[in-house]
């Protein structure tokens, strides 16, 4: 018999102890922006210090919700939340402090200089795949800039965020309410979109656009991180082996359910059957399993994504792909195994609409320039990558590829380096996480402008007019 290891989805709060959530939020964050910079940074130091001493509980509820190998858990939720508190808390100060502001030579008697003011209350609305890293990453640079934060976790993921809550909540060094978790399915996202004073959106197309749409409605900012169709591109004088084994972690990662995860696969005719074949002595060395201990991949997090990805599979055989693989193991834990699609084309939606799971389909190209050309078709634009031995080549390409981040000779490791913007184009989203920009979006820019001296002397734009005072500052114009 087998044993169902899927936890159910969340029910809802209220929406009544939901607005008791984000009252608190906005109580806690009047509170948090008065301490200064370098006791957040201290403060969020000493947090994020505890967590991670209780680093295993951590890893058995993320591993409890989404059956991802505990190995998965450590390296790619909590080792890369550390780069971003070790990246955030260290530049914070560059980033964050007063800004002096470049004035023409006529002004240079005034100050000017941009601040940079906590938002209030920022709305943070996540998807499944990756419980921690999502919403604790983007909370950190949140409260870091002075805000309380309301996480909205997917209903079939919340327990991690709540025991992140309880968690901040035991050690007692941060305002009580600076960082709320609200429990609950979409009808609670759109709450949380009310209540906040910035939106941070994670999540599919679909959705972006409506919380983006409720946003907009509401004139709140809204920061959208969507879904993506990495192309690889691997041209005939790339190494091989690295590009097959960066294609096998790159597409069955996290079991496939990545945003910059690899989504489909071009490669030169030349080297096409030879790098089918060092994939597949790949993929036959993946270990598969729920136990989490000594497994490569586990089960899918979310129940329909399984009939999704089958049915991209069944359209991909009728239209002529060979599917090797992405059997159904066991259809109660969400098990699948990895797919390879062989012989993939356009006219497949496996290679045109985000799949979010274990599915490698690979096309062969007369050249990887017609594979950018195709890739820049679609509708997405978050991530992809070039693989060749003339890295000079590849940097030169990089310009006509229609993402908002490219690898070369790489994937995925990006959003470790919390120095680089992380974030789409198209339909892949709005703004970006992590960099300067990432941090400072959760403030408003305040321009300050203070004149110093002479004291008592009116300024000669100012009334009365007179043919003498127009004269006189056209003359100072041409001068600047
Ligand atoms: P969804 O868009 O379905 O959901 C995202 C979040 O929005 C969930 O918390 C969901 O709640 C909530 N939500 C649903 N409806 C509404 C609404 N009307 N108003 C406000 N909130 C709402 O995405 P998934 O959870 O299925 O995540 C997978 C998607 O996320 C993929 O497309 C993936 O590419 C993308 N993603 C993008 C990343 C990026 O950084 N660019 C990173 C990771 C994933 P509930 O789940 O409870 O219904």
């Given at each position: 018999?087998?044993?169902?290891?899927?936890?159910?989805?969340?029910?809802n709060?209220?929406?009544g102890?939901i607005?008791?959530?984000?009252?608190?939020?906005?109580q806690?964050?009047?509170?948090?922006?008065?301490?200064?910079?370098?006791?957040?940074?201290e403060?969020?130091?000493?947090?994020?210090?505890?967590?991670?001493?209780?680093?295993?509980e951590?890893?058995?509820?993320?591993?409890a919700?989404?059956?991802?190998?505990?190995?998965?858990?450590?390296?790619?939720?909590?080792?890369?939340?550390h780069?971003?508190?070790?990246?955030?808390?260290?530049?914070?100060?560059?980033?964050?402090q007063?800004?002096?502001?470049?004035?023409?030579?006529?002004?240079?008697?005034?100050r000017?200089y941009?601040r940079?003011?906590?938002?209030?209350?920022?709305?943070?609305?996540?998807?499944?795949?990756?419980?921690?890293?999502?919403?604790?990453?983007d909370?950190?640079?949140?409260?870091?800039?002075?805000?309380?934060?309301?996480?909205?976790?997917?209903?079939?993921?919340?327990?991690?965020?709540?025991?992140?809550?309880?968690?901040?909540r035991?050690?007692?060094?941060?305002?009580?309410?600076?960082?709320?978790?609200?429990?609950?399915?979409?009808?609670?996202?759109?709450?949380v979109v009310?209540?906040?004073?910035?939106?941070?959106?994670?999540?599919s197309?679909?959705?972006?656009?409506?919380?983006?749409?409720?946003?907009?409605?509401?004139?709140?900012?809204?920061?959208?991180?969507?879904?993506?169709?990495?192309?690889m591109?691997?041209f005939?004088d790339?190494?091989?082996?690295?590009?097959?084994?960066?294609?096998?972690?790159?597409?069955?990662?996290?079991?496939?359910q990545?945003?910059?995860?690899?989504?489909?696969?071009?490669?030169?005719?030349?080297?096409?059957?030879?790098?089918?074949?060092?994939?597949?002595?790949?993929?036959s060395?993946?270990?598969?399993?729920?136990?989490?201990?000594?497994v490569?991949?586990?089960?899918?997090?979310?129940?329909?994504?399984?009939a999704?990805?089958?049915?991209?599979?069944?359209?991909?055989?009728?239209?002529?792909?060979?599917?090797?693989g992405?059997?159904?193991?066991d259809?109660?834990n969400?098990?699948?195994?990895?797919?390879l699609?062989?012989?993939a084309?356009?006219?497949?939606?496996?290679?045109?609409?985000?799949?979010?799971?274990?599915?490698?389909?690979?096309?062969?190209?007369?050249?990887g320039?017609?594979?950018?050309?195709?890739?820049?078709?679609?509708?997405?634009?978050?991530?992809?990558?070039?693989?060749?031995?003339?890295?000079?080549?590849a940097?030169?390409?990089?310009?006509s590829?229609e993402?908002?981040?490219?690898?070369?000779?790489?994937?995925?490791?990006?959003?470790?380096v919390?120095?680089?913007?992380?974030?789409?184009i198209k339909?892949?989203?709005?703004?970006r996480?992590?960099?300067?920009?990432?941090?400072?979006?959760?403030?408003?820019?305040?321009?300050?402008?203070?004149?110093e001296?002479p004291?008592?002397?009116?300024e000669?734009?100012?009334?009365?007019?007179d043919?003498?005072?127009?004269?006189?500052?056209?003359?100072?114009?041409k001068?600047?």
């Open positions: 018999m087998t044993v169902k290891t899927v936890p159910a989805a969340a029910s709060m209220t929406l102890e607005a008791a959530r984000a009252a608190n939020a906005r806690a964050a009047a509170s948090w922006r008065r301490y200064s910079l370098s006791e957040r940074v403060l969020l130091r000493a947090v994020w210090q505890e967590l991670t001493s209780r680093k295993k951590l890893c058995a509820v993320v591993h919700e989404t059956g991802k190998p505990l190995a998965e858990v450590e390296m790619m939720e909590l080792a890369t939340a780069l971003i508190v070790r990246y955030f808390t260290s530049n914070a100060h560059r980033i964050l007063d800004q002096p502001a470049w004035r023409p030579w006529p002004l240079l008697n005034k000017a941009v940079y003011v906590p938002r209030g209350v920022v709305g943070l609305i996540t998807p499944w795949n990756l419980p921690f890293l999502i919403p604790f990453g909370a950190l640079a949140a409260m870091l800039a002075g805000n309380a934060v309301l996480v909205k976790p997917s209903e079939w993921t919340s327990r991690t965020a709540q025991w992140v809550e309880d968690a901040i035991a050690c007692g060094l941060l305002p009580e309410g600076l960082f709320s978790v609200v429990v609950g399915d979409g009808q609670a996202g759109a709450q009310a209540e906040s004073d910035m939106v941070l959106f994670t999540g197309f679909a959705t972006g656009r409506a919380v983006a749409q409720s946003a907009a409605a509401q004139l709140k900012p809204c920061v959208l991180e969507l879904g993506g169709k990495h192309p591109i691997v005939k790339a190494e091989l082996s690295r590009a097959a084994k960066a294609a096998v972690w790159g597409s069955f990662a996290n079991c496939g990545l945003c910059v995860g690899v989504e489909r696969v071009y490669v030169e005719s030349e080297v096409h059957d030879r790098f089918v074949e060092l994939v597949r002595r790949e993929m060395g993946l270990r598969q399993g729920l136990g989490g201990q000594d490569d991949l586990g089960r899918l997090i979310f129940p329909p994504q399984l999704r990805i089958k049915e991209q599979l069944e359209d991909a055989a009728a239209k002529g792909g060979r599917v090797i992405g059997e159904v193991l259809e109660a969400l098990m699948m195994s990895p797919a699609v062989l012989g084309s356009h006219d497949m939606k496996v290679m045109t609409e985000e799949t979010f799971g274990p599915v490698m389909p690979i096309m062969k190209v007369d050249r320039e017609e594979a950018i050309r195709l890739s820049n078709g679609g509708s997405y634009g978050l991530s992809a990558s070039l693989w060749t031995a003339d890295t000079a080549r940097e030169r390409l990089c310009a590829v993402a908002g981040m490219v690898c070369v000779n790489d994937l995925l490791t990006h959003y470790a919390c120095s680089l913007p992380f974030g789409g339909h892949s989203g709005l703004g996480r992590h960099s300067d920009e990432g941090l400072r979006m959760f403030c408003w820019p305040q321009s300050v402008f203070i004149h001296w004291a008592r002397a009116p000669p734009w100012w009334f009365p007019y043919r003498a005072k127009t004269r006189l500052v056209s003359w100072i114009m001068l600047t």
